[in-house]
């Protein structure tokens, strides 16, 4: 399978605190990577130097194969990238907001329309696509940005909680997109995410930060066989070396 992320030896100082410390990984088309760690992990920190937010204080990021540090325009023109601080242009309808951010990735004017009419499609939008974002629910604003990650049709897509405030019908709706973008069009997901039971279904092999540091790296199965626990959240706590709190 072709190598489409790859987070190589990254570290990420922030004055005297290490954030992130020597992580490395990969991942390849078709795959669906989860990215798990308790809150101050160093997840979005990797994340954002992964999509070029932040610079490495050591170690490089490539994305299908281009360097996030010399090779910054192509490597983030590959990538599409959803984090929950990112908001909605509240005064833009959602076919003037994936038109726009379409045109800003530079997407050829004759594939704009009809890329935009299947996201729209893809993802529910054509009931509510006249109303303004600040109008919108919290699930169909992220249907929004989600489509808004994917209108330039990037293979690597990262999705930092795209479920978290999610009611259960939205949460199960990205979740089956997510799952057809892998598996169907062949690109390569970062999912980071705090539900596990998310992670158990989705994954095919999942890191886990703690502390800036890499603690794992493997499929579920073998996280659940290499500490004898029954489930994932089990098996997480052991390797992070936590206790679970009574």
Do not use: W
């Amino acid at each position: 399978m072709e190598q489409l992320i790859e987070a190589r030896s990254l570290s990420k100082l922030f004055g005297e605190l290490k954030a992130v410390d020597n992580v490395s990984f990969s991942v390849h088309a078709g795959e669906i990577f989860g990215l798990l760690g308790p809150n101050g992990a160093g997840k979005t920190t990797t994340l954002r130097m992964l999509s070029g937010l932040l610079t490495p204080s050591d170690g490089e990021a490539f994305i299908s194969g281009h360097s996030m540090t010399s090779q910054q325009q192509i490597a983030r023109q590959a990538m599409g990238f959803l984090t929950g601080d990112m908001d909605l242009y509240r005064r833009l309808n959602p076919i003037e907001l994936l038109e726009y951010f379409g045109k800003l990735y530079q997407t050829p004017k004759s594939e704009l329309k009809s890329r935009v009419a299947r996201l729209v499609d893809a993802f529910g939008i054509d009931e509510f696509k006249d109303r303004f974002c600040e109008k919108l629910s919290t699930g169909q604003k992220q249907r929004v940005s989600i489509a808004r990650t994917l209108v330039h049709d990037p293979p690597v897509v990262i999705l930092d909680e795209p479920t978290t405030g999610l009611d259960i019908m939205a949460s199960e709706f990205i979740l089956r997109f997510m799952q057809r973008m892998a598996r169907e069009e062949n690109k390569a997901v970062i999912f980071s995410t705090h539900h596990l039971d998310e992670v158990e279904r989705l994954c095919d092999r999942i890191a886990i930060i703690h502390k800036g540091k890499l603690m794992y790296l493997g499929t579920v199965p073998e996280a659940k066989e290499k500490t004898g626990q029954a489930s994932l959240a089990g098996a997480f706590f052991e390797l992070v070396n936590e206790p679970v709190a009574v």
